[in-house]
């Protein structure tokens, strides 16, 4: 009957989320999607598609989404150069660091950190809903 399909399906749903969570955060950030598929049991394909059903973003987004947040903490540093900050959240190349950043924020990593520099309210660099966003992950 259509109920006992509802519950089913939370049931398979909840136990997809559970098996996620089963990862460290050094495992999401270092293990390749394969690797993740494989120890899961799925195609790299099959992961992917779950995932993005459960979080609404693929794992590359929100490892690049991760990266990123990261690069805001370190950026309030203004005695850590930008290369640092760069090769710190896992970017080799400055150009793609810079290019990633401005993309998600509107501002280069220097603009963004002249204008963190800033009293408070003189700017507006990204909004709460950004970091929740970020936690509810």
């Not at 799925?42 to 779950?50: E, F, G, K, V």
Request: net charge positive; glycine share 6%; aromatic share 14%.
């Amino acid at each position: 009957n259509a109920r006992s399909q509802r519950v089913g399906s939370v049931r398979i749903r909840d136990h997809k989320t559970q098996r996620f969570e089963e990862l460290s955060a050094t495992e999401f950030a270092t293990l390749s999607v394969e690797d993740m598929a494989h120890k899961f049991g799925y195609s790299r394909r099959h992961l992917n598609r779950l995932f993005h059903e459960q979080f609404g973003c693929s794992i590359t987004s929100l490892r690049m989404e991760k990266r990123l947040m990261k690069a805001l903490s370190l950026l309030r540093d203004p005695d850590l150069r930008i290369y640092n900050v760069a090769k710190q959240c896992g970017f080799n190349y400055l150009g793609f660091f810079n290019t990633c950043f401005k993309k998600r924020f509107g501002k280069s990593p220097g603009e963004w950190r002249k204008a963190a520099a800033q009293p408070e309210g003189t700017h507006k660099s990204f909004n709460r809903a950004d970091y929740e966003f970020f936690e509810s992950l």
